[in-house]
């Protein structure tokens, strides 16, 4: 289960593209809300899946596991704008909107919650078409003290459904530290209430949650029902761009700072020799050009007309 | 006299009904130290938070909502902050099932004292923006009040923080910080259920809530120009509905436009239309118009979402139409 350096340095390039691709966007959408500093949590859950493997990723961030499922860029940013070129033609926000055809699910409302009940439903619909496919879900710390997360974890384990749950736990649900709004210790600790395993994770560690969830998906394929993983992080900006963040302290952040997944694995592949620091001032740079590339085309793209409305296009039509 | 938004009012209203009563205190997410999204109770925490009156809340919709219906039942006077109005479909078990039907049930026995306050609206936030209120006031024992002005926002909260019922407040994003206001020293309220003539007019009748009554009294600004006298009904509480004064206004024009910011089918606007056809049917001399939304999901792309939403120049043609001209 360990990754290769070949598989490392594919993380990393994810890692790095999905800070970036965010920055970019950052600089578009002053209510986005970055997940600068928990990409080792998103990119460990979601790397090594298979394509028939449905994904449902927590809304930060949800824009990296997109780029890992091979959604592509130029679409992701006209959906940022709401251009005709993006995979809704500019009727839903592309920061959330993953593509059904890369089976992803993505939030089409605002409410937290709703995402681990169709992820649940996904895993349903896998083990009733009898396939070895399973259903991965990431969400929130805030999220898991909604009801939505205890009624389809209880239900999933019930039914024996192949799905991972993974708490992306920032330690923040906008302004209120976990620590103030969990009863209980660790999210993972709420596992026992539902008969299944909870696993705890450094979340800035790729490398760790990797392992921790193919495990858990492991478990899911073989029929063994669900499991629910904690992944400690740290929301190190904001809940969203426009967000100060004045309710904690600085040096809370700059400790947390201090461990940027990023940076940490950075360090491994410069000690395992697998890449230099010149080598990756050159792959940055090259990343830096294309995200600019396909910023400066989703500009250049046409607004939806009014034939994209679709007054007549709310019922699908028999199939 | 003071200067006050619309967020400043609405803080400003629960800040003097917790010092006038003890009972009412407040629930909800992030309206700690935080002050609330979009400030929305900016203040509080630092006045009653030390004496447990501001609860921060884990994110639990349906648990806060069911505890205020609870808490109410039991003499409190919870004052409970849904963040935003479409979380309004988390709650409606608790909110359009038990509270709502709590009175009668009880015959007369059991009052739920509550208000649900939230954010709606589309605006430039790009989120979160959907209007819900045709829903809630289908269903009887809830009040709904969509307030347009400062003054207004003020007077109306503090009546329905004095309510003995279950009450939902919409508050418009777009109207948050956007216009200020003289608001008066001396304490003042305004009654739910009286709807307000933002403008008098003789020829046609607008019926409208929320940012629609700012968008109506533009459309009426323009139309005074060519000497078409527009009378702009602001509801104020869609329910109640104050009956009387629209159809006073409508006897006295002839004409109606209903507009708002909810879909049109299925839309509250329908049912102010029908009221008027009921009942003064003879009055009216054009069919009525509404000015609403189609009936899609709200638009994310700027042009599409420009389309989708009433305004100024979607309500002149309406007026025009019920004009013949």
Same mark, same amino acid.
């Given at each position: 289960?360990?990754?290769?350096?070949?598989?490392?340095?594919?993380?990393?390039?994810?890692?790095?593209?999905?800070?970036?691709?965010?920055?970019?966007?950052?600089?578009?959408?002053?209510?986005?809300?970055?997940?600068?500093?928990?990409?080792?949590?998103?990119?460990?859950?979601?790397?090594?899946?298979?394509?028939?493997?449905?994904?449902?990723?927590?809304?930060?961030?949800?824009?990296?596991?997109?780029?890992?499922?091979?959604?592509?860029?130029?679409?992701?940013?006209?959906?940022?704008?709401?251009?005709?070129?993006?995979?809704?033609?500019?009727?839903?926000?592309?920061?959330?909107?993953?593509?059904?055809?890369?089976?992803?699910?993505?939030?089409?409302?605002?409410?937290?919650?709703?995402?681990?009940?169709?992820?649940?439903?996904?895993?349903?619909?896998?083990?009733?078409?009898?396939?070895?496919?399973?259903?991965?879900?990431?969400?929130?710390?805030?999220?898991?003290?909604?009801?939505?997360?205890?009624?389809?974890?209880?239900?999933?384990?019930?039914?024996?459904?192949?799905?991972?749950?993974?708490?992306?736990?920032?330690?923040?649900?906008?302004?209120?530290?976990?620590?103030?709004?969990?009863?209980?210790?660790?999210?993972?600790?709420?596992?026992?209430?539902?008969?299944?395993?909870?696993?705890?994770?450094?979340?800035?560690?790729?490398?760790?949650?990797?392992?921790?969830?193919?495990?858990?998906?492991?478990?899911?394929?073989?029929?063994?029902?669900?499991?629910?993983?904690?992944?400690?992080?740290?929301?190190?900006?904001?809940?969203?761009?426009?967000?100060?963040?004045?309710?904690?302290?600085?040096?809370?952040?700059?400790?947390?700072?201090?461990?940027?997944?990023?940076?940490?694995?950075?360090?491994?592949?410069?000690?395992?020799?697998?890449?230099?620091?010149?080598?990756?001032?050159?792959?940055?740079?090259?990343?830096?050009?294309?995200?600019?590339?396909?910023?400066?085309?989703?500009?250049?793209?046409?607004?939806?007309?009014?034939?994209?409305?679709?007054?007549?296009?709310?019922?699908?039509?028999?199939? | 006299?003071?200067?006050m938004t619309y967020q400043e009012a609405l803080v400003g209203a629960i800040r003097e009904e917790m010092r006038r009563d003890n009972r009412v205190?407040?629930?909800?997410?992030?309206?700690? /130290?935080?002050?609330?999204?979009?400030?929305?109770a900016k203040g509080l925490w630092e006045e009653f938070g030390a004496n447990g009156r501001v609860i921060d809340t884990p994110i639990s919709e349906?648990?806060?909502?069911?505890?205020?219906?609870?808490?109410?039942?039991?003499?409190?006077?919870?004052? /409970?902050?849904?963040?935003?109005?479409?979380?309004?479909?988390?709650?409606?078990?608790?909110?359009?099932?038990?509270?709502?039907?709590?009175?009668?049930?009880?015959?007369?026995?059991?009052?739920?004292?509550?208000?649900?306050?939230?954010?709606?609206?589309?605006?430039?936030?790009?989120g979160h923006e959907l209007d819900y209120h045709s829903w809630l006031i289908h269903v009887p024992g809830l009040k709904v009040v969509m307030p347009?002005?400062?003054?207004?926002?003020?007077?109306?909260?503090?009546?329905?923080?004095?309510?003995?019922?279950?009450? /939902?407040?919409?508050?418009?994003?777009?109207?948050?910080?956007?216009?200020?206001?003289?608001?008066?020293?001396?304490?003042?309220?305004?009654?739910?259920?009286?709807?307000?003539?933002?403008?008098?007019?003789?020829?046609?009748?607008?019926?409208?809530?929320?940012?629609?009554?700012?968008?109506?009294?533009?459309?009426?600004?323009?139309?005074?120009?060519?000497?078409?006298?527009?009378?702009?009904?602001?509801?104020?509480?869609?329910?109640?509905?104050?009956?009387?004064?629209?159809?006073?206004?409508?006897?006295?024009?002839?004409?109606?436009?209903?507009?708002?910011?909810?879909?049109?089918?299925?839309?509250?606007?329908?049912?102010?239309?029908?009221?008027?056809?009921?009942?003064?049917?003879?009055?009216?001399?054009?069919?009525?118009?509404? /000015?609403?939304?189609?009936?899609?999901?709200?638009?994310?792309?700027?042009?599409?979402?420009?389309?989708?939403?009433?305004?100024?120049?979607?309500?002149?043609?309406?007026?025009?139409?019920?004009?013949?001209?």
């Amino acid at each position: 289960m360990a990754l290769t350096n070949e598989e490392l340095l594919s993380a990393y390039r994810y890692m790095v593209m999905g800070r970036m691709v965010e920055q970019a966007i950052t600089k578009m959408k002053g209510n986005y809300h970055p997940a600068e500093g928990e990409e080792a949590v998103i990119v460990g859950t979601f790397y090594n899946l298979r394509m028939d493997d449905v994904i449902v990723p927590h809304y930060r961030g949800a824009t990296i596991a997109y780029i890992m499922r091979g959604a592509s860029l130029r679409r992701l940013f006209a959906g940022i704008l709401g251009k005709e070129t993006s995979y809704t033609h500019g009727r839903y926000r592309g920061d959330i909107w993953g593509p059904l055809e890369l089976n992803i699910i993505g939030m089409y409302a605002g409410a937290l919650g709703p995402t681990i009940s169709l992820a649940t439903g996904a895993a349903l619909a896998a083990k009733l078409k009898k396939t070895d496919s399973v259903a991965v879900v990431s969400f929130g710390d805030g999220t898991s003290n909604r009801g939505d997360f205890h009624e389809a974890i209880n239900l999933a384990s019930v039914l024996k459904l192949p799905i991972v749950y993974v708490c992306q736990n920032n330690q923040f649900a906008v302004s209120t530290p976990a620590c103030k709004a969990l009863g209980c210790h660790s999210v993972a600790d709420r596992a026992i209430g539902y008969g299944i395993p909870g696993i705890n994770v450094d979340g800035n560690d790729v490398v760790a949650v990797h392992e921790a969830v193919q495990e858990a998906v492991k478990r899911a394929r073989k029929g063994n029902g669900p499991t629910l993983i904690e992944a400690l992080t740290y929301r190190v900006g904001g809940h969203m761009v426009a967000d100060p963040a004045t309710y904690r302290s600085a040096e809370e952040a700059g400790e947390w700072k201090k461990k940027d997944p990023i940076v940490q694995l950075q360090k491994k592949l410069i000690n395992l020799g697998v890449l230099t620091k010149s080598r990756i001032e050159e792959m940055h740079k090259s990343m830096e050009e294309e995200i600019s590339a396909v910023v400066k085309q989703a500009e250049e793209d046409p607004w939806p007309g009014e034939q994209v409305l679709g007054l007549d296009d709310v019922f699908a039509p028999a199939n | 006299m003071r200067r006050m938004t619309y967020q400043e009012a609405l803080v400003g209203a629960i800040r003097e009904e917790m010092r006038r009563d003890n009972r009412v205190f407040l629930l909800g997410e992030d309206i700690g /130290v935080f002050g609330g999204p979009m400030m929305s109770a900016k203040g509080l925490w630092e006045e009653f938070g030390a004496n447990g009156r501001v609860i921060d809340t884990p994110i639990s919709e349906s648990a806060i909502v069911g505890a205020s219906v609870g808490a109410a039942m039991m003499g409190m006077r919870p004052v /409970v902050e849904i963040m935003f109005g479409e979380f309004l479909a988390l709650v409606m078990q608790q909110l359009a099932c038990d509270a709502s039907f709590m009175w009668y049930y009880s015959a007369g026995k059991t009052r739920v004292p509550m208000v649900l306050r939230t954010k709606f609206g589309v605006g430039p936030h790009r989120g979160h923006e959907l209007d819900y209120h045709s829903w809630l006031i289908h269903v009887p024992g809830l009040k709904v009040v969509m307030p347009s002005t400062p003054y207004d926002a003020m007077g109306l909260m503090k009546s329905a923080i004095r309510d003995d019922n279950p009450v /939902v407040f919409l508050e418009h994003m777009n109207l948050y910080h956007w216009i200020r206001e003289e608001i008066p020293e001396d304490e003042y309220t305004i009654p739910l259920g009286v709807a307000d003539i933002k403008r008098e007019g003789r020829d046609v009748t607008v019926v409208a809530t929320a940012m629609m009554v700012h968008h109506s009294l533009g459309a009426a600004e323009d139309l005074s120009k060519e000497g078409i006298e527009v009378e702009v009904v602001d509801l104020r509480t869609v329910a109640p509905l104050d009956k009387a004064t629209v159809l006073a206004s409508v006897k006295k024009t002839g004409r109606l436009v209903v507009v708002h910011e909810a879909w049109k089918f299925g839309g509250s606007g329908g049912e102010v239309a029908a009221m008027v056809a009921e009942e003064a049917f003879n009055d009216l001399r054009a069919p009525i118009v509404r /000015v609403a939304p189609p009936h899609i999901p709200i638009p994310f792309s700027t042009p599409l979402n420009k389309m989708y939403l009433p305004d100024k120049q979607k309500i002149v043609e309406a007026i025009r139409k019920v004009l013949y001209k």
